[in-house]
């Protein structure tokens, strides 16, 4: 095992976990999420056949609380 691993895990997950607290996150033109092609091709690591397109949009604490 990685001696690193640990430490790269977090290296993702705090910058992930801040971009989904931080946007609200909605497909491009009205897209369904019954629409997505989450066919993945072959490698080393699993990937996506087509990338996400994802539109950020930002909203504050307040609105949150409201929910």
């Known amino acids: ?13 705090l910058p ?6 931080h946007f609200e996150w909605k497909l491009p033109a009205g897209m369904k999420p019954e629409e997505l092609d989450m ?5 080393t690591a699993a990937q996506r056949k087509e990338n ?4 950020p949009n930002s909203h504050s604490c307040s609105s949150l609380k409201q929910v």
């Open 16 to 21: 992930l976990a801040q971009l989904l607290y």
């Open 52 to 55: 996400l397109l994802l539109i």
């Open 1 to 13: 095992i990685c001696p690193g691993i640990s430490y790269a895990i977090a290296n993702v997950q």
């Open 39 to 43: 066919t993945e091709i072959l490698g």
